[in-house]
């Protein structure tokens, strides 16, 4: 099993539409999972980097947008396979932080991951997605869609952070 992996992951909430990129599944082979869905940008810390520099440059990455990074919302934790299946985790094992954040500047694109070769690229669209529309979209965590709409967008960067197991 590999190590397993900090994550941060920008959550921008603007004119009553959230930025989201499609991502193709990073289990193409479960028949349970949809085969892309839609996540917030972000990615892998490196090493020697901070989570606000990481944070800023995921977003550049993926969105072509620069952002401010705001307060801590949540912890998520992500084994697949699940907790309590047969070699829970050996797949994925990570612990993502998601930030609230602001768009500064940039011009949005849909972006790369450098990790992948063009032809294998898991990033297909970015775009601001209507907060009223959410549930009609594939998103994931499974929590997100819920956890965005709870509270006012103009409150939610004042939110105590919170936990969210592999499970939710």
Known sequence: MSQVRLRVSALCIKNGQ????????FAPQDPQLPPSYWILPGGVVERGETLNEAVKREMM???GLECQVGTLLFIKELLYPY??????????????LGFFCTVT???MITGKDPE????QQ??????????SELDQYNLYPPFLSKYILA??????????????????
């Open 18 to 25: 959230v930025l989201l990129i499609e991502h193709k599944s």
């Open 61 to 63: 990455e993926e969105t």
């Open 83 to 96: 907790p309590g299946v047969q070699e829970q985790g050996s797949i994925h094992h990570s612990v993502s």
């Open 105 to 107: 500047g940039g011009e």
């Open 116 to 119: 992948y070769p063009d032809d």
């Open 122 to 131: 898991v990033i297909l669209k970015v775009s601001w997605l209507p907060l």
């Open 151 to 168: 509270q006012p967008p103009e409150e939610l960067e004042y939110t105590v952070p919170e936990f969210f197991d592999s499970l939710l």
